[in-house]
């Protein structure tokens, strides 16, 4: 008996590092920034829900289900094939997508949040953790450059009610909060953290870079179909979006292997990060539509993001979630609470204002707050076409408390 | 099936290290070494630690490497073997969540899926492996000692003489080490009782 062959094919083949990842760890010693970031995909945080805080958790929070698994009846009375007031408001806000008027440099901004609950003696509230800003730009010629920022924010409570709440504990600088698999300690004025930080694995200039969005040229954007079945076949099938998510490993049967929640939650990120590049206004309505198309994807009318704008939305089918006493942590914050995956647009502009995993079924560690409460989201604070060259904003994206 | 998912200079491999001592000072020639071996060391910690670590481990180990290049002794080791000394320290930093993991597979039947956590999406190669049951017990209940020589063997697929070097023992600790780590391995996966309880390799 070979042990050692035993052990060897236990461990299996990894996948192998990604070029990001291979950019990032070459940039830490080489002196030059590692700006093969997310061009301009979307952040990779987005679509992964709680469990993006720590790898850990993959088995701290057990999925035991979801709802409707044959893709369920469409919101609305009818359901498909009837006139849903919902699906109408999404498709309208499609066709509004505006021509965007083109410049020498496209840039964007979006903000990461993860919501903590916090167990005080005077009252529990939510508060609004791991903020973090990006910013990036680029030229849309090759040669005129681009970069990437980034800026930690501090936590702040969830809504005004928190806020009401957050004072009655004596309005506390710092807040410890239970993440996945550890304490967390988040500070609730501005730090150093809170400027922009332009060097480092994730951030830099390359005054040689531009002309390239999600690895096409804006020509190549241009040349998008509009369609919204070709657009489907291009980026929103299990092939496509194993490719797109890194599910090689995964494979059965030549097929990339369901993700537990289905296909929904990757097409909702999918067409986020597309929408984040500057791709034309009919191909976004071509995008909007595809998605709404989907299976397992459900209009639900109109929504608030988390920077309090409201928008008309698309879910995917809601999840329960498990949260286990794995690795530790407070009892009272186990159990089971139901979410589901938001993707929510500006009616009058159709551009793409957040994602967000918003809670239907309160439990576990969100077992005091309300349907609706946003447990993680990524927003869109800006995305537009410049002739100047961009500069991240100074002002902070809330009014600080 | 040994771990060089992409050794970047294959036909260089053989004659061991990617950078004789003088070029190590330049960071041209370290981006030979990178380029060589990032893979490699990225592909050890991500079947150790999983793809999140993996990231983290592997550019920490070329970043120590980096700022310690005047350091390294061409005549104590090759390249390849310094590397996984680095790489295997800064693995010692996650051992509560190595072994964390490792039991938690120890947990799953034959037929299980591994954690049906959401992160699965990304982390989708768990699906893939056979580390489960017995085996990963027995791996968990390894003193640490045991499991870095175990894994830098089976694993790294380094001599007796390159773990010795790599995690700074004698030579003669690697025998011993590794005979125990076979003998543990073995009896878990039924060498003694194939009756024998999961729950008796790890307690």
Same mark, same amino acid.
């Given at each position: 008996?070979?042990?050692?062959?035993?052990?060897?094919?236990?461990?299996?083949?990894?996948?192998?590092?990604?070029?990001?990842?291979?950019?990032?760890?070459?940039?830490?010693?080489?002196?030059?920034?590692?700006?093969?970031?997310?061009?301009?995909?979307?952040?990779?945080?987005?679509?992964?829900?709680?469990?993006?805080?720590?790898?850990?958790?993959?088995?701290?929070?057990?999925?035991? =289900?979801?709802? @409707?698994?044959?893709?369920?009846?469409?919101?609305?009375? =009818?359901?498909?094939?009837?006139?849903?007031?919902?699906?109408?408001?999404?498709?309208?806000?499609?066709?509004?997508?505006?021509?965007?008027?083109?410049?020498? +440099?496209?840039?964007?901004?979006?903000?990461?949040?993860?919501?903590?609950?916090?167990?005080?003696?005077? =009252? @529990?509230?939510?508060?609004?953790?791991?903020?973090?800003?990006?910013?990036?730009?680029?030229?849309?010629?090759?040669?005129?450059?681009?970069?990437?920022?980034?800026?930690?924010?501090?936590?702040?409570?969830?809504?005004?009610?928190?806020?009401?709440?957050?004072?009655?504990?004596?309005?506390?600088? @710092?807040?410890?909060?239970?993440?996945?698999?550890?304490?967390?300690?988040?500070?609730?004025?501005?730090?150093?953290?809170?400027?922009?930080?332009?060097?480092?694995?994730?951030?830099?200039?390359?005054?040689?870079?531009?002309?390239?969005?999600?690895?096409?040229?804006?020509?190549?954007?241009?040349?998008?179909?509009?369609?919204?079945?070709?657009?489907?076949?291009?980026?929103?099938?299990?092939?496509?979006?194993?490719?797109?998510?890194?599910?090689?490993?995964?494979?059965?049967?030549?097929?990339?292997?369901?993700?537990?929640?289905?296909?929904?939650?990757?097409?909702?990120?999918?067409?986020?990060?597309?929408?984040?590049?500057?791709?034309?206004?009919?191909?976004?309505?071509?995008?909007?539509?595809?998605?709404?198309?989907?299976?397992?994807?459900?209009?639900?009318?109109?929504?608030?993001?988390?920077?309090?704008?409201?928008?008309?939305?698309?879910?995917?089918?809601?999840?329960?979630?498990?949260?286990?006493?794995?690795?530790?942590?407070?009892?009272?914050?186990?159990?089971?609470?139901?979410?589901?995956?938001?993707?929510?647009?500006?009616?009058?502009?159709?551009?793409?204002?957040?994602?967000?995993?918003?809670?239907?079924?309160?439990?576990?560690?969100?077992?005091?707050?309300?349907?609706?409460?946003?447990?993680? +989201?990524?927003?869109?604070?800006?995305?537009?076409? @410049?002739?100047?060259?961009?500069?991240?904003?100074?002002?902070?994206?809330?009014?600080?408390? | 099936?040994?771990?060089?998912?992409?050794?970047?200079?294959?036909?260089?491999?053989?004659?061991?290290?990617?950078?004789?001592?003088?070029?190590?000072?330049?960071?041209?020639?370290?981006?030979?070494?990178?380029?060589?071996?990032?893979?490699?060391?990225?592909?050890?910690?991500?079947?150790?630690?999983?793809?999140?670590?993996?990231?983290?481990? #592997?550019?920490?180990?070329?970043?120590?490497?980096?700022?310690?290049?005047?350091?390294?002794?061409?005549?104590?080791?090759?390249?390849?073997?310094?590397?996984?000394?680095?790489?295997?320290?800064?693995?010692?930093?996650?051992?509560?969540?190595?072994?964390?993991?490792?039991?938690?597979?120890?947990?799953?039947?034959?037929?299980? #899926?591994?954690?049906?956590?959401?992160?699965?999406?990304?982390?989708?190669?768990?699906?893939?492996?056979?580390?489960?049951?017995?085996?990963?017990?027995?791996?968990?209940?390894?003193?640490?000692?045991?499991?870095?020589?175990?894994?830098?063997? #089976?694993?790294?697929?380094?001599?007796?003489?390159?773990?010795?070097?790599?995690?700074?023992?004698?030579?003669?600790?690697?025998?011993?080490?590794?005979?125990?780590?076979?003998?543990?391995?073995?009896?878990?996966?039924?060498?003694?009782?194939?009756?024998?309880?999961?729950?008796?390799?790890?307690?």
């Amino acid at each position: 008996m070979d042990e050692l062959r035993t052990v060897r094919e236990a461990y299996g083949e990894p996948a192998p590092p990604t070029a990001r990842e291979i950019a990032e760890a070459r940039a830490l010693w080489d002196g030059k920034p590692a700006v093969r970031r997310a061009r301009f995909g979307w952040p990779f945080r987005a679509g992964l829900g709680v469990v993006a805080a720590g790898a850990a958790a993959a088995v701290a929070v057990a999925l035991i =289900g979801h709802g @409707t698994p044959d893709g369920g009846p469409r919101t609305g009375a =009818g359901g498909r094939g009837v006139l849903d007031l919902n699906e109408q408001a999404v498709l309208q806000a499609a066709a509004k997508a505006e021509l965007v008027p083109t410049g020498k +440099y496209w840039s964007s901004d979006h903000i990461l949040g993860q919501s903590y609950v916090v167990r005080a003696k005077t =009252g @529990t509230y939510a508060i609004t953790g791991a903020l973090t800003e990006s910013f990036s730009w680029a030229g849309a010629r090759k040669g005129t450059g681009e970069g990437y920022a980034d800026r930690d924010l501090p936590a702040r409570p969830a809504t005004p009610q928190d806020e009401a709440a957050w004072r009655r504990a004596g309005s506390p600088a @710092t807040l410890r909060v239970w993440s996945s698999d550890k304490w967390l300690t988040f500070p609730t004025k501005a730090t150093k953290a809170a400027r922009w930080r332009s060097d480092g694995p994730e951030a830099g200039e390359d005054a040689r870079g531009g002309g390239d969005f999600l690895g096409e040229s804006v020509e190549d954007l241009q040349k998008l179909p509009s369609d919204p079945a070709e657009l489907a076949e291009m980026f929103l099938t299990p092939e496509r979006l194993g490719k797109a998510l890194r599910l090689q490993a995964g494979r059965q049967a030549g097929r990339p292997v369901e993700p537990p929640g289905g296909w929904a939650v990757p097409q909702i990120a999918r067409v986020a990060s597309l929408l984040h590049a500057p791709v034309p206004p009919k191909v976004r309505a071509g995008l909007i539509r595809a998605l709404t198309a989907q299976p397992g994807i459900h209009a639900i009318g109109r929504v608030t993001d988390p920077l309090g704008r409201r928008g008309v939305a698309l879910a995917a089918d809601e999840r329960a979630v498990k949260v286990t006493g794995e690795f530790g942590g407070p009892a009272d914050q186990r159990g089971t609470y139901r979410s589901r995956e938001v993707i929510v647009f500006d009616e009058r502009t159709g551009a793409l204002l957040a994602r967000q995993n918003q809670l239907t079924v309160p439990g576990g560690p969100y077992a005091q707050m309300k349907p609706g409460f946003i447990i993680d +989201y990524s927003a869109v604070r800006s995305a537009q076409w @410049t002739d100047a060259k961009p500069k991240p904003p100074a002002s902070l994206p809330f009014p600080v408390r | 099936m040994t771990g060089e998912p992409l050794a970047a200079a294959p036909a260089r491999a053989p004659l061991g290290p990617a950078a004789p001592r003088p070029s190590l000072r330049d960071p041209d020639r370290f981006g030979e070494v990178f380029d060589a071996h990032f893979a490699e060391i990225h592909g050890y910690a991500a079947k150790r630690l999983g793809p999140d670590a993996a990231s983290d481990v #592997a550019s920490q180990t070329f970043l120590e490497a980096f700022r310690r290049r005047d350091r390294y002794d061409p005549a104590r080791a090759a390249v390849r073997t310094w590397l996984y000394g680095i790489a295997t320290n800064l693995i010692a930093k996650h051992r509560r969540s190595e072994v964390r993991a490792l039991r938690a597979r120890a947990r799953l039947g034959p037929g299980d #899926a591994p954690g049906e956590g959401h992160a699965d999406v990304v982390d989708a190669r768990v699906s893939a492996q056979g580390l489960r049951g017995r085996l990963a017990g027995a791996i968990a209940a390894l003193p640490a000692g045991e499991r870095d020589v175990l894994l830098l063997v #089976a694993l790294a697929d380094l001599s007796h003489e390159e773990v010795a070097a790599a995690l700074g023992v004698p030579y003669g600790t690697v025998g011993s080490r590794l005979s125990r780590a076979r003998k543990k391995v073995r009896e878990a996966l039924g060498g003694t009782n194939p009756m024998r309880d999961v729950e008796d390799d790890h307690g």
